[in-house]
């Protein structure tokens, strides 16, 4: 089954603990990105990458750090977690070369509470 | 830059009637536009897209959007709404010549019984 997978779906953790969430897909896909999802800013993208060793930053990527060693893999880091880092995380991928194709598939999201 | 509204934070409307939900954006060059669902506790689910041709695009669970480009607008319908419709939809837009996809806000429908 194609899909995106986030690790862990839940986190509570404390401030300065460095953390890492892991997102992995099974489609090939050149393009991945994060994104969170905070109530009434709609999804914001944090970074992003277009291939292996390729990546940039999106729109509120201070405190995130992330790497794209792998194809398929690509973990966000929060070396020093802070609590407005408390969040809905959801990673994504695409191939946005691909005719008819475009869309991006979501990870079913990791809730981070930073205390 | 590209940038996406949904004018609205929440839609009511009751089982069986039409339902719309509004969507405008901006963007260099030709866009390619997209609707999304979020059902509660649940990640997103890929409704509908806009590349290039028909106006009318259908998708998933009946919806479909019209892009209209003197408007920049791109706004999803459903000729009968069901209580089930109830989720957070976002509409989000990609320049033809960017990779990143930009969300708007996102619009509760809640469908009344």
């Known amino acids: 089954e194609a899909q995106v997978t986030q690790n862990p779906r839940y986190l509570i953790t404390v401030t300065g603990k460095k953390l890492t969430v892991t997102c992995s897909q099974n489609?090939?896909?050149?393009?991945m990105s994060w994104y969170r999802q905070d109530p009434g800013l709609g999804l914001r993208q944090i970074y992003y990458?277009?291939?292996?060793?390729?990546?940039d930053k999106g729109d509120v990527p201070e405190g995130y750090k992330v790497s794209r060693k792998e194809k398929r893999n690509f973990p966000l880091i929060l070396e020093s977690p802070s609590p407005n880092q408390t969040s809905l995380y959801f990673c994504?991928?695409?191939?946005?070369?691909?005719?008819?194709?475009?869309?991006?598939?979501f990870g079913p999201g990791t809730r981070l509470t930073v205390t | 830059a590209q940038s996406v509204a949904q004018p609205e934070d929440q839609v009511n409307v009751a089982e069986g009637n039409p339902l719309t939900v509004k969507c405008t954006y901006s963007?260099?060059?030709?866009?390619?536009l997209f609707w999304y669902v979020q059902y509660p506790n649940r990640g997103l689910q890929f409704l509908l897209k806009?590349?290039?041709?028909?106006?009318l695009v259908k998708g998933s669970y009946g919806f479909e959007a019209e892009f209209n480009k003197s408007q920049t607008s791109f706004h999803l319908k459903k000729p009968s709404a069901l209580v089930s419709d109830s989720a957070l939809y976002f509409c989000a837009v990609r320049g033809a010549g960017s990779y990143q996809l930009t969300f708007g806000k996102g619009t509760k429908l809640s469908v009344i019984p």
């Open positions: 806009y590349i290039t041709g028909d106006n």
């Open positions: 990458s277009m291939n292996v060793e390729v990546t």
């Open positions: 489609m090939n896909h050149e393009y």
């Open positions: 994504a991928s695409s191939s946005p070369t691909q005719v008819g194709s475009y869309e991006q598939y």
């Open positions: 963007v260099s060059g030709n866009p390619y």
